[in-house]
Nanobody
Framework: QVQLVESGGGLVQTGGSLRLSCAAS????????MGWYRRAPGKQREVVATITSVGSTFYTDSVKGRFTISRNNAKNTMYLQMNSLKPDDTGVYYC???????????WGQGTQVTVSS
């Protein structure tokens, strides 16, 4: 199992942008799917976006057209570019590997994203 460390969160105003990074402790080249998840205040953790090793992506409806997931296998890092942020995007964002449509590595501490109105 790889250890994952999220970074890049912060406080931004509505309409602002953030770029989250997910650094893995080992190689991600052999990991087929990775994903970003978020836990909004008072809600369960939900998947935001996923990406496969060949670049196929999935986005939950609420972020389509605003967020872009990417990965750099050479740097063992995954990213989430978040544009046009809304207050509903507020939450703790986590990354994980995905196997059988389920997160498959230990959760990290996440990175807090707060969007003010």
């Amino acid at each position: 199992q790889v250890q994952l460390v999220e970074s890049g969160g912060g406080l931004v105003q509505t309409g602002g942008s953030l770029r989250l990074s997910c650094a893995a402790s080992g190689s991600i080249g052999d990991i087929n799917m990775m994903g970003w998840y978020r836990r909004a205040p008072g809600k369960q953790r939900e998947v935001v976006a996923t990406i496969t090793s060949v670049g196929s992506t999935f986005y939950t409806d609420s972020v389509k057209g605003r967020f872009t997931i990417s990965r750099n296998n050479a740097k063992n890092t995954m990213y989430l570019q978040m544009n046009s942020l809304k207050p509903d995007d507020t939450g703790v964002y986590y990354c994980n590997t995905v196997r059988w449509d389920m997160p498959s590595s230990p959760w990290g501490q996440g990175t807090q994203v707060t969007v003010s109105s």
